[in-house]
């Protein structure tokens, strides 16, 4: 069958049943009700199993990004190998706003670890499933979010223990009044680990809702434009279609999530949020494009497995 023939069989078919090029063998036994009520297990197989593990990765890397994306940090630009390129990012952002960059590394968020891992699972997934089953991981990844966001609410809300203490050294930075000795040894009170419990989950409950804006904005585009791009290359050129796809996508969501979150929680000036965001955006990109061979891996695996071999 010809590759064109083939792209229109494809497309005939529902696309929460398409696989990556491979044949789906999701052959089993039906689903049995005991007597005694008990649902007895029944395995879902390699197809279901590769869509389970993406979707489970999916939610971890989403999850870890709104607890530690709070932080901002700064990345050297005497990088091995990508100095001359974090340079040229720097000046580039310099330029864009004077006075607001920092001559000595890039102000990033640290959610730049784990997020662009959520555009790389909705890659394969749109890849390998189709975009219905994509759309739906990124409904489950909301739901989790608002679960996070009320479980971060109770968690705050609950009074401290006078046990609950900042042990040394972390103790010093706090002032005189919350100095206290304890059988351990010297440490802040439990007013003073309220504070710094407060600070650490007050802002992901900003950034939360930041990045849920921005999330279902972002990765319902990345799904589109994927199958955008899919349909006009005809199936080809992988590479292609998942960095035009999180290329764009994650500036959508660069832009709302940093904006959001760092005027509402930092209160900080529009030419430094403008910095953060261009930067945050500029090392994104290039993890975009770095990523691609995992793309690739990722979908030859996820088919290899549904092939059972």
Not at 217 to 243: C, Y
Request: charged letters at 15%; hydrophobic letters at 50%.
């Amino acid at each position: 069958m010809s590759d064109a023939a083939s792209n229109a069989e494809r497309d005939r078919e529902p696309e929460a049943e398409r696989g990556a090029g491979v044949d789906i063998d999701r052959s089993g036994p039906a689903m049995a009700h005991p007597a005694d009520g008990h649902v007895e297990h029944v395995p879902q197989g390699a197809y279901e199993t590769g869509y389970l593990f993406l979707a489970t990765l999916f939610i971890a890397m989403l999850m870890l990004t709104n607890v530690v994306g709070t932080k901002l940090f700064l990345m050297p630009l005497d990088l091995p190998l990508l100095g001359p390129l974090l340079s040229a990012f720097d000046s580039f952002v310099g330029w864009l706003f004077p006075g607001a960059g920092n001559p000595d590394g890039l102000t990033l968020t640290t959610g730049i670890i784990t997020y662009p891992i959520t555009f790389l699972c909705t890659d394969i997934v749109s890849e390998v499933y189709g975009r219905k089953r994509a759309d739906r991981m990124v409904v489950w990844g909301f739901a989790a979010s608002l679960l996070m966001l009320a479980v971060l609410g109770i968690a705050k809300a609950l009074p401290a223990s006078p046990f609950w203490n900042v042990p040394a050294p972390h103790h010093e930075v706090f002032s005189a009044e919350h100095l206290i000795e304890t059988a351990q040894g010297p440490a802040a009170d439990a007013a003073a680990a309220w504070h710094a419990y407060a600070f650490t989950f007050d802002a992901p409950g900003v950034l939360l809702l930041a990045s849920m804006t921005a999330y279902l904005v972002a990765q319902l585009i990345d799904n589109r434009l994927f199958h955008f791009w899919r349909r006009l290359t005809r199936g080809k050129h992988l590479w292609f279609r998942n960095n035009m796809s999180t290329g764009l996508s994650q500036l959508v969501d660069t832009a709302i999530v940093n904006g959001i979150f760092l005027h509402f929680y930092f209160d900080m000036p529009a030419s430094s949020i403008g910095a953060v965001i261009v930067s945050v955006y500029l090392i994104k990109f290039l993890l975009a494009l770095l990523d691609t061979p995992l793309c690739y891996l990722g979908v030859w695996g996820v088919g290899r497995l549904v092939r059972g071999g």
